[in-house]
């Protein structure tokens, strides 16, 4: 268990930019079909096809968005933090294009396909190197794996409280109020600075980037950290591989009801659900 961050006064009482760090996951497009998948059963992966390209995960892209609408608000740096074995410098260079101020790669071969776990516990070492923060914003899940664990993971690790699922946040005087999506509604949570938040899709997509901001972040810097910079919480990253990963056989079977008149095929089909259980 990591030491409690010694986080200093809010920013309104430091008079300095409110900090705001996201967390972004580059992953292959959702959108591609799912024949262009393929499943490696000995080495437990994933085989994308030919042709399907990686892109930013939508749901951190809502987190970017969220991110540049507090931006808007008020005074605020974004910071955004990507951790891969090699990271896809195209795809990621789109939160500089957006409107975030600084990119952050955490960059390694130790970093290769990386789990829930260690993904929280790099993002959290990489956050603290930087020092200082404020709101730290992550997407609900990552579109490859949908396991909604890292945020959580993230806050843990750093001890600062977390809400998850916003669809709407507001930032005033030290204090984050969420709109936290529930069911059957929403409800509204209050939380002092500092705090992590992850956004779901409710509030918006990530607006499109302008030529002058894609002309403009070809010429930003970007750092990137390998596993030495992240010691000690790099070294103690042990490989994890799933028991089993395999393309679910999904069997589809049709019995046609048939009957001289309509009331005849709808007395047989209540009969058959019947002797099938149904009802």
């Known amino acids: 268990m990591f ?11 430091r008079n300095v930019m409110l900090n705001i760090i996201v967390c972004a996951k580059v992953v292959l497009d ?20 030919p042709g399907v390209p990686p892109v930013l995960n939508p749901y951190d892209e809502n987190s970017l968005e969220a991110a540049l ?6 005074p605020a740096r974004i910071t955004v933090i ?4 090699n990271i896809p410098k195209a795809v990621v260079r789109k939160c500089l294009a957006v409107g975030a101020d600084a990119l952050v790669l955490l960059e390694d071969e130790a970093f290769d396909e990386i789990d829930s776990l260690s993904a929280a516990v790099l993002l959290a070492a990489a956050i603290r190197k930087l020092g200082q923060y404020d709101l730290v914003l992550t997407g609900r899940m990552a579109a490859d794996t949908n396991a909604g664990q890292v945020g959580q ?69 970007i750092t990137t950290w390998h596993a030495a910079d992240l010691a000690p919480e790099a070294a103690d990253l042990k490989p994890r591989r799933p028991q089993q990963l395999f393309i679910p056989d999904r069997k589809v079977a049709c019995e046609l009801v ?15 659900v019947r002797q099938i259980g149904f009802i």
Request: aromatic fraction near 4%; proline fraction near 10%; charged fraction near 25%.
């Open 3 to 13: 030491p409690p961050f010694e986080y200093p006064k809010h920013p309104t009482e």
């Open 30 to 49: 959702p959108e591609a079909p799912v024949s262009t998948f393929k499943i490696d059963p000995r080495e437990r992966r994933v085989l994308p096809g």
């Open 69 to 74: 609408k507090i931006k808007e608000a008020l």
């Open 82 to 85: 990507s951790a891969g074995k």
């Open 153 to 221: 993971g993230v806050a843990e690790r750093l001890a600062i409280p977390a809400v998850t699922l916003a669809r709407k946040i507001e930032v005033n005087n030290g204090t984050v109020r969420v709109e936290r999506v529930r069911s059957d509604g929403y409800e509204v949570i209050e939380v002092a600075l500092p705090c992590l938040v992850t956004v779901s899709h409710e509030i918006g997509e990530l607006r499109a980037a302008t030529v002058k901001g894609l002309m403009a972040a070809q010429k930003q810097p």
């Open 258 to 272: 048939t009957g001289a008149t309509p009331e005849e095929a709808g007395a047989g089909l209540a009969l058959k």
